[in-house]
C-alpha cells in the first residue's frame, strides 16, 4: 500500500470548493481501523465546514479533508482492534474531530463503525451514516416517538427527510412532510400520511395538535413548529441555533453558553408560550447505532434514496449539485 493517497481539502474558510492534493495516508491508533473508501455522500454539514460555520462549536486545523460519512473496505486494523477484520466492509460517520472521508483512506475509531449492510452497494450503504444516525437519534433518543403520535419532518423529499420518514413510519406514527408538488407522490410512497406543498401551502396554518416536528430547516419554518404542536410536545431541531442547554451538554465555555442563551432568547419564548420543549441534535457517531440500522435495512424496512452519484475527480460538482439543492435523498461520491 503507497503512503500517499488522494484527498480534498480546504485551505481556508470560505474556500468556494476544496482542492484535491496528495497527502500522506493517516496513521492509526491503536483502537482505530484503516479503510479504504469506496463511496463517500455529500452532506449539508460539508458546506457549513467548508464556510466556518461550525467553528463556535468546532476547532479544525487547516488545511483539513472534508466529507462526513463513507463505505469502504478495513485494509488495517489497530493493535486493540477485536470486533473487526481486514478485508470487513464497512461504513460509518467518523467524529466530527476526524473528519475526511473525500479522501482514498480514512483511519477511523472501531467504535463508530458497523458491517455494512449486505443488501447494499458501496454507493448506497455511503447515504446512510450521517442521515440515517441523525433521523435515529431524533426519532429514537430524544423524540422517543410512539405507535399513534403524530409528527411532521420538515422536507420530506430531502437526504434525511427520506429516512426520518421511513424510521417514524416504523416506530407507528402519523407522518406529515413539506416538499414540492412534484415530489408529492414520491414523500406518499416512502410513508407519509399527509403532505404539505409548501409552495401553495404553510403547513403552520393547515396542521395542528402533533406530537413533535422534526426541524431540518431552521429559521422561520422552525419558529412556525410551535404553533403546530400540542402543550408538552417537542420540536427537534438540526439547522435552528444551539441554546443554552445544548451548550451546556456538550461541554461548551460559560461564556458560549452565555452567548448562545443571548442568541437563542426568541427560541426560549416560544418554548415557554407554547409550552413545548426545544432541542437542538447535534448528532453524534454511534457504531451500534449504526448496527441496527444496518438490521432495519437488510430486513428491508429502510432503503437509502441515492439521487446522483458522481466520480472522485468530479467532486466539485457534485458540491455544486448539493448547493442548489432540490434532490431527492443523497448525492454520492465513488471514491474507489
Not at 410512539?146 to 407522518?175: D, E, M, N, P, Y
Not at 408529492?184 to 399527509?194: I, M, P
Not at 403546530?228 to 460559560?254: M, N, T, W
Amino acid at each position: 500500500m503507497s503512503n500517499s493517497m488522494q484527498a480534498a481539502l480546504i485551505t481556508h474558510y470560505k474556500q468556494s470548493l476544496p482542492e484535491i492534493r496528495t497527502v500522506p495516508v493517516p496513521t492509526l491508533t491503536p483502537t482505530d481501523v484503516l479503510v479504504r473508501i469506496k463511496a463517500a455522500s455529500l452532506n449539508p454539514i460539508d458546506l457549513k465546514t467548508m464556510a466556518g460555520g461550525l467553528r463556535p462549536l468546532l476547532s479544525y486545523q487547516l488545511p483539513l479533508i472534508i466529507g462526513s460519512d463513507f463505505a469502504g473496505e478495513i485494509v488495517a486494523v489497530g493493535q486493540q482492534v477485536t470486533t473487526f477484520k481486514v478485508g470487513d466492509a464497512v461504513y460509518g460517520r467518523p467524529r466530527k474531530t476526524r473528519i475526511g472521508t473525500f479522501a482514498t483512506y480514512l483511519a477511523i475509531d472501531v467504535d463508530d463503525i458497523a458491517l455494512k449492510p449486505r443488501n447494499l452497494s458501496y454507493e448506497e450503504a455511503a447515504a446512510v451514516p450521517l442521515v440515517g444516525l441523525t433521523s435515529y437519534q431524533a426519532l429514537n433518543d430524544i423524540l422517543k416517538i410512539q405507535s399513534g403520535q403524530k409528527i411532521l419532518i420538515q422536507a420530506g423529499a430531502g437526504g434525511i427527510g427520506t429516512l426520518a420518514i421511513q424510521l417514524a413510519k416504523r416506530l407507528g406514527a402519523f407522518v406529515a412532510t413539506t416538499t414540492s408538488a412534484k415530489n408529492v407522490a414520491f414523500v406518499q410512497k416512502l410513508g407519509a400520511d399527509r403532505v404539505i406543498d409548501y409552495h401553495s401551502e404553510n403547513f403552520s396554518t393547515v396542521l395542528s395538535n402533533y406530537d413533535a416536528v422534526f426541524d431540518t430547516l431552521g429559521g422561520e419554518n422552525l419558529a412556525q413548529a410551535f404553533s403546530i404542536v400540542k402543550p408538552g410536545g417537542q420540536v427537534v431541531s438540526i439547522s435552528g441555533l444551539p441554546d443554552a442547554r445544548f451548550a451546556k451538554e456538550y461541554g461548551l465555555p460559560r461564556w458560549k453558553q452565555a452567548l448562545f442563551r443571548l442568541v437563542t432568547n426568541r427560541l426560549t419564548r416560544l418554548e415557554k408560550r407554547s409550552q413545548v420543549t426545544y432541542r437542538f441534535l447535534f448528532m453524534w457517531p454511534s457504531g451500534t447505532e449504526l448496527a441496527t440500522l444496518t438490521q432495519l435495512i437488510e430486513q428491508h424496512q429502510l432503503q437509502p434514496i441515492v439521487d446522483q452519484t458522481f466520480a472522485f475527480q468530479d467532486l466539485n460538482q457534485a458540491l455544486t449539485a448539493l448547493k442548489l439543492g432540490h434532490t431527492r435523498g443523497k448525492i454520492v461520491v465513488q471514491m474507489a
